[in-house]
Nanobody
Framework: EVQLVESGGGLVQAEGSLRLSCAAAGFTFDDYAIGWFRQAPGKEREGVSCISKPDSRKYYADSVKGRFTISSDNANNTVYLQMNSLSPEDTASYYC?????????????????WGQGTLVTVSS
């Protein structure tokens, strides 16, 4: 069973930083595209960043390029999202997601397995 557990959310002031973690279990980490999505109140869920398979290419939403960095620790089945220069517009619930079938940049549009999410609140 695919399990994804996010951590690291919280309250931060604008221009601050947070690092989210996603601990993955129940699947072969190297075989799955994995990434982060977010959903703000009243808005649709959007892809933030992901790592595709098998090439491990990284993709970012335009809104976070240059501020967010995705990385993975394959030995520990963990993926991270380093978020810098946060703004109130980044306030959302952030979800880790994974999918064996995702190809290339499609990992930024949809992934089939989801964690429970972690809330990030950025104050102005």
């Amino acid at each position: 069973e695919v399990q994804l557990v996010e951590s690291g959310g919280g309250l931060v002031q604008a221009e601050g930083s947070l690092r989210l973690s996603c601990a993955a279990a129940g699947f072969t980490f190297d075989d799955y595209a994995i990434g982060w999505f977010r959903q703000a109140p009243g808005k649709e869920r959007e892809g933030v960043s992901c790592i595709s398979k098998p090439d491990s290419r990284k993709y970012y939403a335009d809104s976070v390029k240059g501020r967010f960095t995705i990385s993975s620790d394959n030995a520990n089945n963990t993926v991270y999202l380093q978020m810098n220069s946060l703004s109130p517009e980044d306030t959302a619930s952030y979800y880790c997601a994974a999918d064996r079938r995702a190809i290339g940049s499609s990992c930024l549009r949809y992934l089939g397995r989801w964690g429970q999410g972690t809330l990030v609140t950025v104050s102005s």
